[in-house]
Protein backbone atom coordinates (compact mmCIF):
# COMPACT_ATOMS: atom_id res chain seq x y z
CA UNK A 1 0.00 0.00 0.00
CA UNK A 2 2.69 2.10 0.52
CA UNK A 3 4.28 1.80 -2.71
CA UNK A 4 0.50 2.72 -4.24
CA UNK A 5 0.42 5.71 -2.72
CA UNK A 6 4.08 7.07 -3.56
CA UNK A 7 4.35 5.53 -7.05
CA UNK A 8 0.69 6.69 -7.80
CA UNK A 9 0.90 10.77 -7.25
CA UNK A 10 4.31 10.45 -9.04
CA UNK A 11 2.93 8.74 -12.01
CA UNK A 12 -0.05 10.96 -12.54
CA UNK A 13 2.46 14.27 -12.32
CA UNK A 14 4.95 12.63 -14.66
CA UNK A 15 2.32 11.96 -16.98
CA UNK A 16 0.46 15.04 -16.57
CA UNK A 17 3.66 17.00 -17.50
CA UNK A 18 4.47 14.53 -20.34
CA UNK A 19 1.08 14.65 -21.95
CA UNK A 20 1.20 18.90 -21.44
CA UNK A 21 4.54 20.93 -20.86
CA UNK A 22 7.05 17.97 -22.38
CA UNK A 23 4.99 16.71 -24.66
CA UNK A 24 8.00 16.92 -27.43
CA UNK A 25 10.94 15.43 -25.13
CA UNK A 26 11.80 11.57 -25.78
CA UNK A 27 10.74 11.23 -21.64
CA UNK A 28 11.23 7.67 -19.90
CA UNK A 29 8.51 5.43 -19.39
CA UNK A 30 8.40 5.78 -15.92
CA UNK A 31 5.35 3.61 -15.40
CA UNK A 32 7.27 0.76 -17.22
CA UNK A 33 10.63 1.25 -14.93
CA UNK A 34 8.23 1.73 -11.68
CA UNK A 35 6.92 -2.31 -12.89
CA UNK A 36 10.19 -3.59 -13.28
CA UNK A 37 11.00 -2.46 -10.09
CA UNK A 38 8.14 -3.42 -7.99
CA UNK A 39 8.17 -6.72 -9.84
CA UNK A 40 11.36 -8.01 -9.09
CA UNK A 41 11.68 -5.83 -5.75
CA UNK A 42 8.15 -7.08 -4.13
CA UNK A 43 6.16 -9.20 -6.46
CA UNK A 44 2.53 -9.12 -5.10
CA UNK A 45 -0.89 -8.87 -6.31
CA UNK A 46 -0.88 -5.30 -5.29
CA UNK A 47 2.25 -5.13 -7.99
CA UNK A 48 -0.07 -6.82 -10.65
CA UNK A 49 -2.76 -4.28 -9.36
CA UNK A 50 -0.87 -0.87 -9.84
CA UNK A 51 0.29 -2.41 -13.42
CA UNK A 52 -2.59 -2.03 -14.22
CA UNK A 53 -3.51 0.98 -12.70
CA UNK A 54 -0.48 2.88 -14.05
CA UNK A 55 -1.06 1.56 -17.51
CA UNK A 56 -4.80 2.68 -17.68
CA UNK A 57 -3.80 5.95 -16.31
CA UNK A 58 -0.77 6.09 -18.82
CA UNK A 59 -3.64 5.48 -21.61
CA UNK A 60 -5.63 7.92 -19.99
CA UNK A 61 -3.12 11.05 -20.20
CA UNK A 62 -1.71 10.43 -23.09
CA UNK A 63 -4.93 9.79 -25.00
CA UNK A 64 -3.94 5.59 -26.37
CA UNK A 65 -6.87 3.08 -26.53
CA UNK A 66 -7.15 2.06 -22.84
CA UNK A 67 -6.57 -0.99 -21.99
CA UNK A 68 -3.38 -1.50 -24.39
CA UNK A 69 -0.49 -0.43 -21.51
CA UNK A 70 -2.05 -2.24 -18.56
CA UNK A 71 -2.22 -5.46 -20.73
CA UNK A 72 1.64 -4.52 -21.54
CA UNK A 73 2.38 -3.97 -18.12
CA UNK A 74 0.72 -6.48 -16.23
CA UNK A 75 1.82 -9.31 -18.68
CA UNK A 76 5.24 -7.59 -17.96
CA UNK A 77 5.00 -7.64 -14.32
CA UNK A 78 4.06 -11.31 -14.56
CA UNK A 79 7.13 -12.05 -16.59
CA UNK A 80 9.56 -10.01 -14.41
CA UNK A 81 7.85 -11.98 -11.81
CA UNK A 82 8.86 -15.35 -13.19
CA UNK A 83 12.26 -13.93 -14.01
CA UNK A 84 13.34 -12.34 -10.40
CA UNK A 85 13.09 -15.92 -9.23
CA UNK A 86 16.31 -16.74 -12.00
CA UNK A 87 17.89 -13.96 -12.37
CA UNK A 88 19.43 -11.31 -10.46
CA UNK A 89 19.41 -7.75 -11.70
CA UNK A 90 21.58 -6.52 -9.12
CA UNK A 91 24.31 -4.05 -11.12
CA UNK A 92 23.12 -0.81 -12.95
CA UNK A 93 24.49 -2.43 -16.32
CA UNK A 94 21.47 -5.45 -15.83
CA UNK A 95 18.83 -3.12 -14.76
CA UNK A 96 19.81 -0.78 -18.25
CA UNK A 97 19.36 -3.67 -19.94
CA UNK A 98 16.54 -5.69 -18.46
CA UNK A 99 14.39 -2.37 -18.22
CA UNK A 100 15.68 -1.82 -22.43
CA UNK A 101 14.31 -5.12 -22.69
CA UNK A 102 10.88 -5.16 -21.05
CA UNK A 103 10.55 -1.38 -22.87
CA UNK A 104 10.98 -3.02 -26.27
CA UNK A 105 8.29 -6.13 -25.41
CA UNK A 106 6.17 -3.43 -23.87
CA UNK A 107 6.04 -1.82 -27.47
CA UNK A 108 5.64 -4.86 -29.05
CA UNK A 109 2.98 -6.07 -26.80
CA UNK A 110 1.31 -2.18 -27.54
CA UNK A 111 2.03 -2.36 -31.28
CA UNK A 112 0.40 -6.05 -31.28
CA UNK A 113 -2.80 -4.70 -29.94
CA UNK A 114 -3.28 -1.93 -31.64
CA UNK A 115 -2.48 -3.27 -34.95
CA UNK A 116 -5.02 -6.09 -33.71
CA UNK A 117 -7.57 -3.06 -33.03
CA UNK A 118 -6.54 -1.54 -36.56
CA UNK A 119 -4.94 1.71 -35.29
CA UNK A 120 -1.79 2.68 -37.17
CA UNK A 121 1.23 3.08 -34.93
CA UNK A 122 4.83 3.95 -36.06
CA UNK A 123 6.88 0.99 -34.02
CA UNK A 124 10.68 1.97 -34.78
CA UNK A 125 10.24 5.77 -34.13
CA UNK A 126 7.98 5.45 -31.02
CA UNK A 127 8.95 2.38 -29.80
CA UNK A 128 12.67 1.46 -30.26
CA UNK A 129 13.35 5.18 -29.04
CA UNK A 130 11.26 5.06 -26.31
CA UNK A 131 13.16 2.28 -25.48
CA UNK A 132 16.66 3.35 -25.49
CA UNK A 133 15.42 6.19 -23.54
CA UNK A 134 13.97 3.96 -20.81
CA UNK A 135 17.04 1.90 -20.55
CA UNK A 136 19.30 4.47 -19.93
CA UNK A 137 17.82 6.36 -17.82
CA UNK A 138 16.52 3.69 -15.77
CA UNK A 139 19.24 2.72 -13.28
CA UNK A 140 19.28 6.50 -12.21
CA UNK A 141 15.87 6.55 -11.40
CA UNK A 142 15.73 3.09 -9.98
CA UNK A 143 18.29 4.08 -7.70
CA UNK A 144 16.32 7.10 -6.65
CA UNK A 145 13.45 4.82 -5.59
CA UNK A 146 15.81 2.57 -3.30
CA UNK A 147 17.06 6.21 -1.33
CA UNK A 148 13.45 7.20 -1.52
CA UNK A 149 11.92 3.89 0.27
CA UNK A 150 15.07 3.99 2.27
CA UNK A 151 13.54 6.39 4.08
CA UNK A 152 10.66 4.98 5.14
CA UNK A 153 13.04 2.72 7.38
CA UNK A 154 15.32 -0.66 6.38
CA UNK A 155 12.37 -3.31 6.29
CA UNK A 156 10.07 -1.05 3.63
CA UNK A 157 11.15 -3.91 1.12
CA UNK A 158 11.26 -7.81 1.59
CA UNK A 159 14.30 -8.46 -0.38
CA UNK A 160 16.83 -5.69 0.57
CA UNK A 161 19.44 -6.42 -2.13
CA UNK A 162 21.85 -4.55 -4.40
CA UNK B 1 -12.48 -31.56 1.55
CA UNK B 2 -8.50 -31.90 0.62
CA UNK B 3 -9.03 -31.65 -3.22
CA UNK B 4 -10.93 -28.08 -1.58
CA UNK B 5 -7.38 -27.75 0.09
CA UNK B 6 -5.46 -28.44 -2.43
CA UNK B 7 -7.44 -25.93 -4.68
CA UNK B 8 -6.92 -23.20 -1.98
CA UNK B 9 -3.71 -23.65 -2.22
CA UNK B 10 -2.80 -23.87 -5.44
CA UNK B 11 -4.60 -20.37 -5.44
CA UNK B 12 -2.51 -19.02 -2.86
CA UNK B 13 0.66 -20.44 -4.22
CA UNK B 14 -0.29 -19.07 -7.70
CA UNK B 15 -1.92 -15.59 -6.70
CA UNK B 16 0.11 -13.04 -8.52
CA UNK B 17 -0.06 -15.10 -11.89
CA UNK B 18 -3.88 -15.63 -11.55
CA UNK B 19 -4.14 -12.13 -10.71
CA UNK B 20 -2.25 -10.86 -13.25
CA UNK B 21 -3.51 -13.28 -16.51
CA UNK B 22 -7.42 -11.99 -15.04
CA UNK B 23 -6.14 -8.06 -15.25
CA UNK B 24 -4.35 -8.81 -18.85
CA UNK B 25 -7.30 -10.46 -20.01
CA UNK B 26 -9.85 -7.56 -18.87
CA UNK B 27 -7.61 -4.87 -19.91
CA UNK B 28 -7.01 -6.79 -23.74
CA UNK B 29 -11.02 -6.80 -22.97
CA UNK B 30 -10.87 -3.01 -23.06
CA UNK B 31 -8.83 -2.32 -25.32
CA UNK B 32 -10.02 -4.33 -28.03
CA UNK B 33 -13.40 -3.57 -27.53
CA UNK B 34 -13.43 0.28 -26.24
CA UNK B 35 -13.39 1.51 -29.41
CA UNK B 36 -16.77 -0.13 -30.96
CA UNK B 37 -18.41 -0.13 -27.35
CA UNK B 38 -18.22 2.87 -25.80
CA UNK B 39 -20.51 2.30 -22.86
CA UNK B 40 -17.51 -0.35 -21.80
CA UNK B 41 -15.58 0.78 -19.04
CA UNK B 42 -17.73 4.11 -19.34
CA UNK B 43 -17.25 4.69 -15.23
CA UNK B 44 -13.37 3.84 -15.24
CA UNK B 45 -13.02 6.95 -18.40
CA UNK B 46 -15.60 8.86 -16.51
CA UNK B 47 -13.67 8.88 -13.12
CA UNK B 48 -10.00 9.42 -15.21
CA UNK B 49 -11.85 12.48 -17.40
CA UNK B 50 -12.18 14.29 -13.89
CA UNK B 51 -9.49 13.77 -12.73
CA UNK B 52 -6.94 13.89 -15.80
CA UNK B 53 -8.29 17.21 -16.94
CA UNK B 54 -8.02 19.10 -14.34
CA UNK B 55 -4.47 17.70 -13.50
CA UNK B 56 -3.37 18.72 -17.15
CA UNK B 57 -5.38 22.31 -16.78
CA UNK B 58 -3.08 22.94 -13.61
CA UNK B 59 -0.08 21.45 -15.16
CA UNK B 60 -0.67 24.07 -18.45
CA UNK B 61 -1.80 26.72 -15.94
CA UNK B 62 1.62 26.61 -13.96
CA UNK B 63 3.68 26.46 -17.22
CA UNK B 64 1.98 29.89 -18.22
CA UNK B 65 2.80 31.63 -15.08
CA UNK B 66 6.49 30.26 -15.00
CA UNK B 67 6.82 31.52 -18.72
CA UNK B 68 4.91 35.20 -17.51
CA UNK B 69 7.61 35.32 -14.84
CA UNK B 70 10.23 34.45 -16.93
CA UNK B 71 9.22 36.51 -20.20
CA UNK B 72 8.31 39.34 -17.71
CA UNK B 73 10.69 39.74 -14.88
CA UNK B 74 13.76 37.20 -15.15
CA UNK B 75 14.66 37.28 -19.13
CA UNK B 76 15.15 41.42 -19.31
CA UNK B 77 18.58 40.96 -21.12
CA UNK B 78 18.94 44.23 -23.17
CA UNK B 79 15.83 45.62 -22.40
CA UNK B 80 17.35 48.30 -20.70
CA UNK B 81 20.03 49.03 -23.93
CA UNK B 82 16.61 48.90 -26.17
CA UNK B 83 15.16 51.08 -23.82
CA UNK B 84 17.71 53.53 -24.24
CA UNK B 85 17.79 53.41 -27.99
CA UNK B 86 13.80 53.84 -27.56
CA UNK B 87 13.77 56.89 -26.01
CA UNK B 88 16.73 58.18 -28.58
CA UNK B 89 14.44 57.45 -31.22
CA UNK B 90 11.29 58.85 -29.82
CA UNK B 91 12.97 62.32 -28.65
CA UNK B 92 13.99 62.27 -33.02
CA UNK B 93 10.96 61.40 -34.39
CA UNK B 94 9.37 64.59 -32.00
CA UNK B 95 11.65 66.54 -32.53
CA UNK B 96 10.78 66.00 -36.08
CA UNK B 97 7.21 65.96 -35.70
CA UNK B 98 7.58 69.46 -34.04
CA UNK B 99 9.52 71.04 -36.83
CA UNK B 100 7.49 69.36 -39.49
CA UNK B 101 4.02 70.67 -37.60
CA UNK B 102 5.96 74.32 -37.53
CA UNK B 103 6.90 74.43 -41.25
CA UNK B 104 3.43 73.62 -41.90
CA UNK B 105 2.00 76.45 -39.85
CA UNK B 106 4.53 78.43 -41.66
CA UNK B 107 3.81 77.39 -45.32
CA UNK B 108 0.36 78.34 -44.15
CA UNK B 109 0.83 81.84 -43.10
CA UNK B 110 3.43 82.52 -45.99
CA UNK B 111 1.00 81.26 -48.17
CA UNK B 112 -1.61 83.81 -46.59
CA UNK B 113 -0.02 86.62 -47.02
CA UNK B 114 1.30 85.86 -50.50
CA UNK B 115 -2.27 85.71 -51.25
CA UNK B 116 -2.78 88.91 -49.62
CA UNK B 117 0.13 90.38 -51.01
CA UNK B 118 -1.39 89.74 -54.52
CA UNK B 119 -4.48 91.22 -54.25
CA UNK B 120 -3.11 94.62 -52.87
CA UNK B 121 -3.01 97.10 -55.66
CA UNK B 122 0.42 98.09 -54.77
CA UNK B 123 4.17 97.28 -54.08
CA UNK B 124 4.54 95.62 -50.56
CA UNK B 125 7.46 93.67 -49.31
CA UNK B 126 7.40 90.19 -46.89
CA UNK B 127 9.16 91.05 -43.35
CA UNK B 128 9.59 88.29 -40.42
CA UNK B 129 9.04 90.13 -37.09
CA UNK B 130 12.95 89.61 -35.66
CA UNK B 131 12.14 91.63 -32.24
CA UNK B 132 9.37 92.91 -29.60
CA UNK B 133 9.93 95.83 -27.77
CA UNK B 134 6.70 96.58 -25.39
CA UNK B 135 8.03 98.74 -22.32
CA UNK B 136 5.09 101.31 -21.28
CA UNK B 137 6.66 103.93 -23.26
CA UNK B 138 7.22 101.85 -26.56
CA UNK B 139 5.36 99.63 -28.19
CA UNK B 140 7.73 98.50 -31.62
CA UNK B 141 8.63 95.41 -33.52
CA UNK B 142 12.19 94.64 -35.41
CA UNK B 143 11.57 93.40 -38.87
CA UNK B 144 14.54 91.87 -40.85
CA UNK B 145 14.13 93.83 -43.75
CA UNK B 146 16.10 97.39 -44.10
CA UNK B 147 17.34 100.30 -46.32
CA UNK B 148 19.03 97.41 -48.44
CA UNK B 149 16.03 95.24 -49.21
CA UNK B 150 14.02 99.10 -50.04
CA UNK B 151 12.56 99.97 -46.45
CA UNK B 152 12.55 103.42 -45.91
CA UNK B 153 11.14 105.22 -43.35
CA UNK B 154 7.29 106.15 -42.51
CA UNK B 155 6.05 103.16 -44.62
CA UNK B 156 3.15 101.41 -43.60
CA UNK B 157 3.72 97.96 -41.93
CA UNK B 158 0.52 95.75 -42.82
CA UNK B 159 -0.98 91.97 -42.01
CA UNK B 160 -3.86 89.88 -43.97
CA UNK B 161 -5.84 90.50 -40.80
CA UNK B 162 -5.10 94.48 -40.78
CA UNK B 163 -2.93 96.97 -39.54
CA UNK B 164 -0.02 96.40 -37.46
CA UNK B 165 2.24 99.99 -37.52
CA UNK B 166 4.57 102.54 -39.58
CA UNK B 167 8.36 102.40 -39.89
CA UNK B 168 9.86 104.99 -37.80
CA UNK B 169 13.62 103.84 -37.85
CA UNK B 170 15.44 101.91 -40.60
CA UNK B 171 18.98 100.05 -40.54
CA UNK B 172 20.62 98.50 -43.33
CA UNK B 173 19.04 95.16 -42.88
CA UNK B 174 16.05 95.72 -40.06
CA UNK B 175 13.75 98.39 -39.10
CA UNK B 176 11.76 99.39 -35.67
CA UNK B 177 7.93 99.53 -37.08
CA UNK B 178 5.90 101.55 -34.33
CA UNK B 179 3.00 99.33 -33.15
CA UNK B 180 -0.46 101.29 -33.80
CA UNK B 181 -1.04 100.53 -29.87
CA UNK B 182 1.59 103.06 -28.79
CA UNK B 183 0.66 106.06 -27.39
CA UNK B 184 2.28 107.83 -30.61
CA UNK B 185 0.69 106.32 -32.79
CA UNK B 186 -2.08 108.14 -34.61
CA UNK B 187 -3.89 106.70 -37.88
CA UNK B 188 -6.63 108.08 -40.01
CA UNK B 189 -9.53 106.03 -39.76
CA UNK B 190 -13.34 105.80 -41.06
CA UNK B 191 -16.11 103.69 -39.46
CA UNK B 192 -17.33 101.32 -42.19
CA UNK B 193 -20.64 101.60 -41.62
CA UNK B 194 -21.61 105.24 -40.88
CA UNK B 195 -18.65 105.82 -42.74
CA UNK B 196 -17.71 108.48 -40.13
CA UNK B 197 -13.66 109.93 -40.21
CA UNK B 198 -11.86 110.06 -37.27
CA UNK B 199 -8.15 108.88 -35.88
CA UNK B 200 -7.35 105.60 -33.97
CA UNK B 201 -4.77 106.53 -31.21
CA UNK B 202 -2.59 103.89 -29.30
CA UNK B 203 -3.85 103.63 -26.05
CA UNK B 204 -0.46 102.18 -24.80
CA UNK B 205 -1.46 98.95 -24.11
CA UNK B 206 -2.93 96.94 -26.85
CA UNK B 207 -6.00 98.62 -27.76
CA UNK B 208 -7.08 101.61 -29.92
CA UNK B 209 -8.79 105.04 -29.14
CA UNK B 210 -11.20 106.63 -31.56
CA UNK B 211 -10.98 110.27 -31.19
CA UNK B 212 -12.51 113.54 -32.68
CA UNK B 213 -16.34 111.26 -33.29
CA UNK B 214 -18.70 113.64 -31.97
CA UNK B 215 -21.94 113.04 -29.88
CA UNK B 216 -23.87 113.38 -32.36
CA UNK B 217 -22.24 110.85 -34.75
CA UNK B 218 -23.63 107.53 -35.37
CA UNK B 219 -21.12 105.32 -34.39
CA UNK B 220 -22.19 101.65 -32.51
CA UNK B 221 -20.66 98.97 -30.65
CA UNK B 222 -19.53 96.29 -33.25
CA UNK B 223 -18.73 98.74 -35.56
CA UNK B 224 -15.56 97.90 -37.96
CA UNK B 225 -13.10 100.55 -38.04
CA UNK B 226 -11.16 100.95 -41.39
CA UNK B 227 -7.59 103.17 -42.52
CA UNK B 228 -9.12 106.13 -44.66
CA UNK B 229 -5.91 106.65 -46.83
CA UNK B 230 -6.08 110.23 -45.60
CA UNK B 231 -2.86 110.90 -44.62
CA UNK B 232 -0.77 108.75 -46.66
CA UNK B 233 1.19 106.50 -45.00
CA UNK B 234 -1.57 103.80 -44.70
CA UNK B 235 -3.83 102.21 -47.95
CA UNK B 236 -7.34 102.69 -48.07
CA UNK B 237 -9.40 100.36 -46.13
CA UNK B 238 -6.91 98.29 -43.86
CA UNK B 239 -9.04 97.05 -40.96
CA UNK B 240 -7.63 98.71 -38.01
CA UNK B 241 -10.30 96.97 -35.60
CA UNK B 242 -13.70 96.88 -34.02
CA UNK B 243 -16.07 99.35 -31.89
CA UNK B 244 -15.99 97.59 -28.31
CA UNK B 245 -17.01 100.30 -26.14
CA UNK B 246 -18.39 104.32 -26.05
CA UNK B 247 -18.59 106.52 -23.45
CA UNK B 248 -20.09 110.25 -23.42
CA UNK B 249 -16.65 112.38 -23.37
CA UNK B 250 -15.58 114.56 -20.72
CA UNK B 251 -15.98 117.29 -22.45
CA UNK B 252 -19.30 116.83 -23.51
CA UNK B 253 -19.02 117.23 -26.78
CA UNK B 254 -16.46 114.32 -28.12
CA UNK B 255 -17.32 110.59 -27.57
CA UNK B 256 -14.64 108.36 -26.09
CA UNK B 257 -14.66 105.32 -27.78
CA UNK B 258 -12.64 102.17 -27.25
CA UNK B 259 -11.30 100.06 -30.44
CA UNK B 260 -9.95 96.50 -30.17
CA UNK B 261 -7.24 95.73 -32.69
CA UNK B 262 -8.13 93.57 -35.49
CA UNK B 263 -4.42 92.24 -35.56
CA UNK B 264 -3.49 90.61 -31.81
CA UNK B 265 0.27 91.37 -32.93
CA UNK B 266 1.56 88.43 -30.11
CA UNK B 267 0.38 86.15 -32.72
CA UNK B 268 1.50 87.94 -35.77
CA UNK B 269 5.02 86.34 -36.94
CA UNK B 270 5.36 87.74 -41.01
CA UNK B 271 4.13 91.40 -42.17
CA UNK B 272 4.16 93.40 -45.18
CA UNK B 273 5.57 96.63 -45.66
CA UNK B 274 4.01 98.64 -48.46
CA UNK B 275 6.62 100.26 -50.16
CA UNK B 276 5.29 102.48 -52.65
CA UNK B 277 2.97 104.76 -51.08
CA UNK B 278 1.47 106.68 -53.98
CA UNK B 279 -0.35 103.87 -55.38
CA UNK B 280 -3.06 103.75 -52.60
CA UNK B 281 -3.45 107.26 -51.93
CA UNK B 282 -7.40 108.62 -51.97
CA UNK B 283 -8.55 109.15 -55.11
Known amino acids: MKEFLVFLPITIVYLALKSTILVNLPLPDLPLIIIFYMAYRRPTIEGALMGFVLGYLDDAFNGGIIGTSSFALVLIFLAMHLLAKKVQFSTPAFRAGGVAVVALIKGALTYSVLRFANVGVYFFTHVILMSLVTGILAPGIITLFQRLFSLFGPESFKGKAN | ?283
Not at chain 2, 214 to 231: M, Y
Open chain 2, 1 to 283: MRSQRNVVSFLKKNQIIIASLVLALFSLHLALTGRQEVERGFVLREILSRTVSPMQRLMLGIQDSVKGVWSGYINLVDVQERNEELKKALTLVTEDNLRLKEEINLNARLKSILEYKDQLPHKSKAAVIIGFNKEPWARTVTIDKGSADGIAKDLAVISPLGVVGRVIDVSTHTSTVLLGSDLRSNIDVIVQRSRIKGVAEGNGTDGFLLKYIRQVDDVQLGDLVLTSGLSGVFPKGVAVGEVVKIEKGRDNFFKSIEVRPSVNIQRVEEVLVVTETGLYAEE
